[in-house]
């Protein structure tokens, strides 16, 4: 079965460092999204991604968040200067057309911010 | 965003049936109501959707009250590994493009053996 497949599963890094989160969809999947879970919280919503464009966004995803994808299969997540609130899952999601509410995670790529 | 309420966790035994109640009072003529999971340390899976009529599929059964202000996902006969957080999410039929799905706290389910 196609899965959304991510990569690191665990990245560590120091405050005010760049990080860079890979996802690959599935392959005849036309909407990507962004997602990330604060240890005991709730999934939140990051950042839709359609037509090589944002869609929509959240207040999370300020300025220090950008998304791309930069060859037509992968879909990645920069984070420019980490926080330590920045310490979360993040996963990928993606869809095919018209199945809007069918979206397929990926497992989680887990950020640590020191 | 139409708002759910669910219980916070529920406990069950395995091979017994689950129902998992959701209410959505105020959901629009235009909602589709979803359900997901999500497993220990796992992302959220899709198991369920339903607009107006109940709903059957190979992980569950979506049974919608006729004036679809609640919903309960049914859980035939629960194993251990269906311990889970389920969430019941509304999604706008009308609403074309990315739409995002908006995630609540949802209902955490234990499975005794």
């Known amino acids: 079965e196609p899965e959304v497949t991510q990569t690191p599963s665990h990245q560590v890094t120091q405050m005010g460092q760049e990080v860079i989160l890979r996802c690959v969809p599935i392959?005849?999947?036309?909407?990507f999204y962004w997602y990330r879970q604060i240890l005991g919280q709730k999934v939140e919503f990051l950042v839709s991604?359609?037509?090589?464009?944002?869609?929509?966004k959240s207040e999370i995803f300020d300025d220090q968040f950008s998304v791309e994808r930069p060859d037509g299969s992968n879909f990645t997540l920069k984070i420019r200067s980490t926080k330590l609130e920045d310490s979360a899952m993040y996963f990928c999601?993606?869809?095919?057309?018209?199945?809007?509410?069918?979206?397929?995670f990926g497992e989680g790529s887990r950020l640590t911010v020191l | 965003d139409a708002k759910t309420t669910q219980p916070n966790s529920m406990e069950s035994n395995e091979e017994e049936p689950v129902h998992l109640p959701c209410n959505h009072s105020?959901?629009?003529?235009?909602?589709?109501i979803h359900w997901y999971r999500q497993l220990p340390s796992q992302g959220p899976e899709y198991v369920i959707h339903?607009?107006?009529s109940n709903v059957n599929n190979r992980m569950a059964s979506l049974a919608i009250a006729e004036d679809r202000k609640s919903s309960t996902l049914i859980l035939h006969r629960a194993t251990l590994r269906d311990a889970a957080v389920y969430y019941c999410?509304?999604?706008?039929?009308?609403?074309?493009?990315?739409?995002?799905?908006?995630f609540g706290q949802g209902t955490r389910l234990t499975i005794n053996p």
């Open positions: 999601a993606s869809r095919e057309q018209g199945k809007s509410g069918e979206l397929f």
């Open positions: 392959s005849n999947h036309l909407y």
């Open positions: 991604f359609y037509n090589n464009e944002i869609s929509e």
């Open positions: 105020t959901i629009s003529g235009t909602d589709y």
């Open positions: 339903g607009l107006t």
């Open positions: 999410i509304l999604r706008d039929l009308i609403f074309q493009g990315a739409q995002k799905l908006v």
